[in-house]
């Protein structure tokens, strides 16, 4: 990160959030559009294409890869399809920076290359476990060297023949998935993945608009080697994780009437909805529509009072980045809320159960820590100061929290948050929140 990106915040109650928003480009689908479109042939043109550090360091990636990709403007990207074959090897590391989903699924595309290559992240990437990854490929061929215990950096063999297989995802990942998916594109025979619990499906949806024939539906998806991507227009919605730190404010802040507009609601998604309306909350969903293949809508999230739940384990998938948010909506809701069957948390930017935990005891919320979750019981925010491991998911939710706190909150090591929301101060204090570098 540079020298001139704040390293901590100030954040104190503001006022209600009110007006009309639109959070950035979705993270998970620009990663894709920028992957599919260098491999595709014919030009791929990106809109609303997400301006963070995890997506750009993709587009970067693939610059050096011999993919000329340009950017017109913020948002816009014009990326020249090289084919499935067009790729170049280089000497030089490939640099994922602080992205998991750049890594792993950068990790399948590459295996299937004639050349080698070697993945590099930053000190939170490094500790992220690869097996999950590496082990599914190596039965298809793949051959990939780690560091001790599975970690970053990945040493990717080239020229190794993949073969397809029919395979189980070890965890519910839609970036385990979207890995074996993008190897499947070049092995012989058949790739199948199943999921116990089904995950966002945009590598399917993206891979069959770019044309390759695929058959998936949730928890399944099934495609042969051997066809050609053909150049699309994408248009990205906007990133419901993104909306989500706003979703919760509105929700908690008295007074609150927040329309945010043209937010992706893949239902692999959307959990946090049902979570949020499960302990009261006040959240509709207006002009829903299609946009570039996925429904969007614009939601309008007024101020209720919440209860504390027990967050149903079936919807944890969809709502898996939603959880930091969802720990201080539950701090600030009369009662207890449990999390359970979350055990994923523990290896995203940090430990988010951990992290999560420490910064609302800091703040004076009981939290008893489980394995895969966390028992919440809610009260009364105080003032206080936040590591946030350089999570910008931690960084976000604990500004959120701090509108109900009873004193200031110091945010620590927050220059991640560029990673997913490049302008999240200027949008949020334009809506009502109080933050300051
Ligand atoms: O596939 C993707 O784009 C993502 C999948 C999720 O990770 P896992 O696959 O590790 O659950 C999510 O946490 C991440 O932000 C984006
Ligand atoms: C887990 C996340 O992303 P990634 O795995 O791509 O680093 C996230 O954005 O919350």
Redesign the pocket.
């Known amino acids: 990160m540079s020298d001139e990106v704040p390293s901590s915040w100030i954040a104190a109650p503001g006022r209600a959030l009110t007006g009309t928003i639109r959070v950035p480009g979705d993270?998970s689908v620009s990663h894709r559009a920028v992957m599919l479109g260098a491999i595709a042939e014919g030009t791929t043109r990106i809109a609303g294409f997400l301006e963070g550090e995890?997506t750009r360091a993709t587009a970067r990636v693939f610059a050096q890869l011999g993919v000329r990709i340009e950017a017109p403007s913020a948002g816009e990207r014009i990326v020249h399809g090289v084919g499935l074959h067009g790729l170049r090897g280089t000497d030089g590391a490939l640099d994922c920076g602080?992205?998991?989903?750049?890594m792993r699924l950068l990790a399948g595309l590459l295996a299937a290359q004639a050349f080698d290559s070697t993945l590099i992240g930053d000190a939170s990437?490094s500790k992220r476990p690869m097996r999950r990854v590496i082990e599914p490929l190596a039965t298809m061929g793949a051959r990939i060297d780690s560091e001790p215990d599975g970690l970053p950096p990945l040493r990717i063999h080239g020229g190794a023949g993949l073969r397809g297989v029919e395979t189980t995802t070890p965890v519910a990942s839609a970036?385990v998935k979207s890995a074996l998916l993008l190897a499947g594109l070049y092995a012989t025979g058949e790739t199948i993945v199943r999921e116990a619990h089904p995950t966002r499906d945009y590598a399917e949806r993206m891979l069959s608009a770019f044309g390759w024939p695929i058959e998936f539906a949730p928890g399944f998806a099934r495609l042969r080697g051997g066809h050609r991507l053909t150049a699309i227009d994408v248009d990205v919605p906007a990133d419901f994780?993104s909306a989500a730190f706003f979703i919760v404010a509105a929700t908690l802040v008295p007074g609150s009437e927040l329309l945010i507009e043209a937010v992706g609601m893949n239902p692999r998604r959307t959990g946090l909805l049902e979570a949020l309306r499960a302990m009261g909350a006040d959240i509709r969903e207006q002009n829903r529509r299609e946009q570039g293949g996925e429904p969007v809508a614009d939601l309008l999230v007024r101020h209720a009072p919440l209860h504390g739940i027990d967050v149903p384990a079936a919807i944890v998938p969809d709502m898996i980045?939603e959880f930091p948010a969802l720990f201080v909506a539950a701090a600030c809701a009369r009662g207890r809320t449990r999390v359970s069957g979350a055990a994923e948390l523990r290896v995203?930017?940090s430990d988010r159960i951990a992290t999560m935990a420490a910064g609302l005891r800091a703040l004076g919320i009981r939290v008893e820590e489980a394995p895969d979750g966390a028992l919440i019981e809610g009260g009364r925010l105080q003032g206080g100061a936040i590591d946030s491991h350089g999570d910008?998911?931690i960084a976000m939710s604990f500004a959120v929290a701090a509108q109900l706190a009873a004193g200031e909150v110091r945010i620590d090591d927050v220059a991640n948050v560029a990673?997913?929301f490049p302008g999240f101060v200027a949008l949020a204090t334009g809506a009502g929140m109080a933050l300051r570098d």
């Not at 602080?98 to 750049?102: L, W």
Request: proline residues 0%; without cysteine.
């Open positions: 993270k995890d602080n992205a998991g989903t750049g990437l970036q994780s980045d995203k930017e910008h998911r990673t997913s």
